[in-house]
Structure formats: structure tokens, C-alpha cells
């Protein structure tokens, strides 16, 4: 079983490929750019899409997978999509840049990723990977988090040996080329140890020393969102109603899930839809402005951004 996260979703691209999810529906074209295949993350935009809310907001949505996971950010601020799944971090570093981007809600608001060890392997804290070896996917962004959370232990990051391994990250650990690896989900990664009878160790960044982010946003072009479009609310409101659906009936949303997405039927999705349920934005709209700036804050005092972006000019309600 091949276990890195882009193989196992990559069995969804064939599929997504096909008209059923892109069907049209009356209204204004819409397109939804995804972060990455669809999996447990985006159920609510799922569940609005199959429940006809999209349609209801006056909305005909196109949920479109990313060929290249860089690009949706990049193509919204281009006008070609109307909103982009991404992340917190990767919004401030195109704010600096000044990419024109805008903010305008959160698919996801809690910190979804983590630094992850073998349960039965030699890491029991932090301070435990001082002179170990630590994958990483995306440079830059993941190392000024682990500098900060082995600072947190007393270790600094030249204790540490940094490894990328792209995005395998579950299979670099269990073939022990790294004693742990960052970036890690903890609704995704953990569980795919655990079926491979591995079970891993998280070490949650919120709790060491990383301030507190939205896991995945919505994203759209900055003068758009400045200009207020309804299209844009109501694509918020639409997300809202599914993700109160996924909640209210989550059963019955994991039906909707697989709804023509047989091939996503198995246990990692199902302990991983279990695992997404409390972490789905229940407001979407809603803006934590202080939040946004203490992210922005520890960019600047891990040295990956010169100088906080105006705030203004990356974060918004509508």
C-alpha cells in the first residue's frame, strides 16, 4: 500500500475529472478552487454543492481539484476562480508579496497540522528529537514552525537534522529515514499509521509555542472582495448551511460524501470524516482579525516575512 497522501487521494482525480461534480446548475458560474483533492476536508463545500444550496445562493459552482496545489491561490488573484481553498500561512507570505488576495472566510478553524513520531519509537517529547532527523514538505514555512516548537523544549534547529521528503510523509517515517516529520494532520496521517499497525505520537502545534490559525480559508481576489460581491457571501452562507448539515447528520453526509465517489469509500476516509466533523467552520464568514495578526506577528518574528502586510489587505468580512 502505497501511503503517502498524495497516492491515496490521487485514486479521487479520475473522478473528478468527470461531469457529475462539475454538472452545471442554473445560475452564476462559480468556480471553487480546491487545495487539493477532495477528501474529508472539503465536506461542507460537498454537502452544499449536493444538497443544492450553491444553486438556492443563486450560484451554478464548479469544484475543481488543482493539477499543481501551488496554483489555486495564484489563479483566483488572477480572476480565473472565484474562490481558492488555502491556507492561513501561504496567504500572509502572498500578502507580503502583494498578491492580491483577500481572506473572506475559513473552510476549517482550528490548526490542523502537526509534528508526528512512532508511539514506539525513542520520541516522547520534544525535547527528544535533539539530534534526530525531521521531515518536511515545504520549506521555509514548516522549519520556522518546528525552530519555534523545539524552542519551546529547548532544543534549537540546529539540533535537529532537516529532511525533505516531499509530501511522503507517513512512509519516510515508517522506513525510518526521520524520526518525525512535520505537517502531518492530525485528522489524516494519524489514522493511516494506525491502520498500518503504527500508531503515531502528535505533538500539537498550538500547543508549542505556534499561535493559533485557521486550518484551511477561502480565498478571492482582493479587489472583489473589496467590492463586496454577493457572489461571494453567498458562496460563504451556501458553505455554512452544508457544514451545519455535516454536523446536524453526519451520517447521512458521509452518504452524500460518496455520492458518485465510490473509490473514497474505506476506512482511512471514514475515521478521517469522524475525525474533520468538530473542526469545519461553523460560521465561515466570521473573522478573528487578532488572530490573524498574531499569525502575522510570529511570520515576522521567525524572520520568513520582513514586516507584517497591513492587515487590512489581506483579511475581510463581507
Same mark, same amino acid.
Given at each position: 500500500?502505497n501511503?503517502?497522501r498524495?497516492a491515496?487521494l490521487?485514486?479521487?482525480?479520475?473522478?473528478?475529472?468527470?461531469?457529475?461534480?462539475?454538472?452545471?446548475?442554473?445560475?452564476?458560474?462559480?468556480?471553487?478552487?480546491?487545495?487539493?483533492?477532495?477528501?474529508?476536508?472539503?465536506?461542507?463545500?460537498?454537502?452544499?454543492?449536493?444538497?443544492?444550496?450553491?444553486?438556492?445562493?443563486?450560484?451554478?459552482?464548479k469544484?475543481?481539484?488543482p493539477?499543481?496545489?501551488?496554483?489555486?491561490?495564484?489563479?483566483?488573484?488572477?480572476?480565473?476562480?472565484?474562490?481558492?481553498?488555502?491556507?492561513?500561512?501561504?496567504?500572509?507570505l502572498?500578502?507580503?508579496?502583494?498578491?492580491? *488576495?483577500?481572506r473572506i472566510?475559513?473552510?476549517?478553524?482550528?490548526?490542523?497540522?502537526?509534528?508526528?513520531?512512532?508511539?514506539?519509537?525513542?520520541?516522547?517529547?520534544?525535547?527528544?528529537?535533539?539530534?534526530?532527523?525531521?521531515?518536511y514538505?515545504?520549506?521555509g514555512?514548516?522549519?520556522?514552525?518546528?525552530?519555534?516548537m523545539?524552542?519551546?523544549?529547548?532544543?534549537t534547529?540546529?539540533?535537529?537534522?532537516?529532511?525533505?521528503?516531499?509530501?511522503?510523509?507517513?512512509?519516510? *517515517?515508517?522506513?525510518?529515514?526521520?524520526?518525525?516529520?512535520?505537517?502531518?494532520?492530525?485528522n489524516?496521517?494519524?489514522?493511516?499509521?494506525?491502520?498500518?499497525?503504527?500508531?503515531?505520537?502528535?505533538?500539537?502545534?498550538?500547543?508549542?509555542?505556534?499561535?493559533?490559525?485557521?486550518?484551511?480559508?477561502?480565498?478571492?481576489?482582493?479587489?472583489?472582495?473589496?467590492?463586496?460581491?454577493?457572489a461571494?457571501?453567498?458562496?460563504?452562507?451556501a458553505?455554512?448551511?452544508?457544514?451545519?448539515?455535516?454536523?446536524n447528520?453526519?451520517?447521512?453526509?458521509?452518504?452524500?460524501?460518496?455520492?458518485?465517489?465510490?473509490?473514497?469509500?474505506?476506512?482511512?476516509n471514514?475515521?478521517?470524516?469522524?475525525?474533520?466533523?468538530?473542526?469545519?467552520?461553523?460560521?465561515?464568514?466570521a473573522?478573528?482579525?487578532?488572530?490573524?495578526?498574531?499569525?502575522?506577528?510570529?511570520l515576522?518574528?521567525?524572520?520568513?516575512?520582513?514586516?507584517?502586510?497591513?492587515?487590512?489587505?489581506f483579511?475581510?468580512?463581507?
Open positions: 500500500m501511503l503517502s498524495r491515496l490521487a485514486a479521487s482525480a479520475a473522478f473528478l475529472a468527470a461531469p457529475s461534480i462539475l454538472r452545471a446548475q442554473a445560475g452564476k458560474e462559480f468556480t471553487v478552487l480546491l487545495d487539493w483533492f477532495v477528501n474529508p476536508n472539503h465536506g461542507p463545500i460537498i454537502a452544499a454543492q449536493e444538497l443544492g444550496y450553491f444553486r438556492e445562493a443563486g450560484l451554478d459552482a469544484i475543481v481539484p493539477t499543481d496545489p501551488n496554483d489555486p491561490p495564484r489563479l483566483v488573484a488572477a480572476g480565473r476562480g472565484d474562490v481558492a481553498v488555502s491556507y492561513q500561512h501561504s496567504l500572509v502572498q500578502a507580503v508579496q502583494d498578491i492580491p *488576495l483577500m472566510g475559513a473552510l476549517i478553524d482550528t490548526p490542523l497540522s502537526t509534528i508526528t513520531a512512532l508511539a514506539d519509537g525513542p520520541i516522547r517529547s520534544l525535547a527528544d528529537f535533539k539530534g534526530k532527523r525531521i521531515g514538505s515545504i520549506s514555512i514548516q522549519t520556522a514552525l518546528v525552530r519555534a523545539l524552542n519551546s523544549a529547548g532544543v534547529i540546529d539540533d535537529v537534522q532537516m529532511i525533505n521528503v516531499n509530501f511522503s510523509l507517513s512512509p519516510a *517515517l515508517l522506513a525510518g529515514r526521520v524520526e518525525g516529520v512535520i505537517g502531518a494532520l492530525r489524516f496521517e494519524l489514522h493511516q499509521l494506525d491502520l498500518e499497525g503504527k500508531p503515531g505520537r502528535a505533538f500539537f502545534l498550538e500547543e508549542h509555542g505556534i499561535p493559533l490559525h485557521d486550518g484551511l480559508i477561502f480565498v478571492a481576489n482582493r479587489e472583489r472582495a473589496k467590492a463586496k460581491d454577493p461571494l457571501r453567498g458562496f460563504l452562507d458553505v455554512e448551511r452544508g457544514a451545519q448539515y455535516c454536523v447528520n453526519p451520517d447521512d453526509a458521509w452518504k452524500l460524501f460518496l455520492k458518485g465517489r465510490t473509490q473514497l469509500d474505506n476506512e482511512l471514514r475515521r478521517a470524516w469522524k475525525s474533520t466533523l468538530p473542526r469545519w467552520a461553523h460560521s465561515p464568514a473573522l478573528d482579525r487578532a488572530r490573524y495578526k498574531r499569525f502575522a506577528e510570529f515576522a518574528a521567525s524572520k520568513l516575512i520582513a514586516k507584517e502586510p497591513d492587515l487590512d489587505s483579511v475581510m468580512a463581507l
